[in-house]
């Protein structure tokens, strides 16, 4: 019999919270972390607002030296990791073997914001100037390999580099890992510090980025004004233990991840395939995965970036898999409130997901207030709703035609 995975600990560093209790309270108050950019000179670009990480401090998670030598998106990454291990009450080496731990931790871009800094210290001051971690701050595995060894976890230690899909499948494929039998548990999700000069610039001109000067409104997906995504970063991250060992031990279980489908749409660089042709793949491998019907979903964390082609085609996607049943289901946007966290967003909206299957609560999507007539599901609008919940789905779709689903249960 194929082993059982559930969830045991969460964490997360998000524009809303740096605490992923915190965060997901203002979820369900439907409160946005969205501000004014600062992390970069705003005047430069005609995209004003992004959702930041505000007064994050590495060194309440890690040596200070070390802090200086890594990029902020592995400092998201184990401040997120150390969360989740206390929650799950494990430490590594005393009630779990470091062989018996793995580490999948996914990056859409990794360290770029170091790297763009270096290479302005190499034009202005030469090569000899150019610090000698660089290499090891930008490379996007090296979060995963940090947390690795701030945790001492000694098992497969893995990255996906899937674009927006990056936490999702980083997730999937630690499912997989413990499925086989290689390890008892994975700490993984996706963590990503995208607001640089660069990154901002090549999502503006790309006509990616919403230009709605107000932070508060400027993330709208699923509405008829929805123009473009909210750049965003942090950092989500889960402790998935095979449900036997999570037992012996008498953890707390949140939910059963049922089920993982991945695909590929094999049809353009940035643009989803028509009518979400690969997303309706990776949710029907999902459901077969988890031994699922459609009729058993009850929410959908959607993908819902806030820019046209993803929210019609995803909306499209989800009428097709769940036929007259899409019309029954809770499918809204957290990005709404976080913007777009790139290669953190499906490890953040797992994590939601979880949340809201545990509490019965369907989180909303805020800003719906000029509604797309081709858009026709129920997005949760502006307002949280109870519902009893015990089967939820959540969707990431990356750039490159990466589409990845995760199911979760309600443990029983």
């Known amino acids: 019999m194929r082993k059982r995975v559930v969830i045991t600990g969460i964490g997360a560093v998000t524009p809303l919270a740096n605490n992923v209790f915190a965060a997901w309270e203002k979820i369900k108050a439907g409160i946005s972390g969205i501000t004014r950019m600062t992390r970069i000179d705003v005047e430069q670009f005609n995209v004003k607002v992004a959702g930041e990480v505000k007064d994050f401090v590495p060194e309440q998670y890690v040596d200070g030296k070390e802090a200086r030598r890594m990029g902020r998106f592995s400092q998201f990454a184990i401040a997120a990791s150390k969360m989740a291990a206390e929650d799950a009450g494990v430490i590594v080496g005393k009630n779990i073997a470091p062989e ?41 595995d090296m979060a995963a390999g940090r947390v690795s060894i701030e945790l001492g976890a000694k098992g497969i230690n893995n990255c996906s580099v899937t674009a927006c899909a990056s936490g999702a499948n980083s997730i999937g494929d630690a499912l997989r890992v413990i499925q086989n039998g290689e390890v008892d ?9 995208s607001i640089t000069e660069m990154s901002v ?63 590929g749409d094999a049809y353009h660089i940035t643009s989803p395939a028509p009518d979400g042709e690969g997303a309706q793949r990776a949710m029907g491998l999902a459901l077969k995965d988890a031994g699922i019907i459609p009729e058993q979903v009850h929410y959908i ?11 019609l085609y995803e909306t499209l996607a989800i009428k097709e898999v769940f036929g007259p049943h899409a019309y029954q289901l809770g499918v809204s946007s957290t990005k709404s409130m976080t913007g777009h966290t790139l290669g953190a967003a499906g490890a953040i909206e797992a994590i939601f997901s979880l949340l809201a299957l545990k509490e019965g609560i369907m989180p909303p999507t805020i800003n719906y207030d000029n509604p797309d ?15 009893n919940l015990n ?3 959540s969707n990431s779709l990356g750039f490159g035609g990466h589409n990845a689903s995760l199911v979760f249960k309600k443990y029983k």
């Open 391 to 393: 089967v939820v789905l």
């Open 201 to 263: 610039a090549g999502f503006s001109n790309m006509t990616a980025l919403s230009t709605n000067p107000d932070p508060t409104t400027a993330s709208r997906p699923f509405s008829k004004n929805r123009d473009g995504f909210v750049i965003a970063e942090g950092a989500g991250i889960v402790i998935l233990e095979e449900m036997e060992h999570a037992l012996a031990r008498g953890a707390k279980i949140y939910g059963e991840l049922a089920g993982y489908g991945a695909t």
């Open 373 to 387: 007539e081709e858009l026709d599901l129920d997005y949760v609008p502006n307002t949280a709703r109870k519902a």
């Open 100 to 140: 018996r731990v793995g580490v999948w931790i996914g990056s859409g871009i990794g360290g770029l914001g170091e790297f763009e800094e270096q290479h302005k210290r190499f034009m202005a001051r030469g090569p000899k100037r150019v610090n000698p971690f660089t290499i090891p701050m930008f490379i996007p």
């Open 185 to 193: 548990m994975m700490i993984a999700g996706g963590t990503e510090a």
């Open 301 to 311: 964390n959607a993908h819902g970036t806030s820019t046209q082609y993803n929210d």
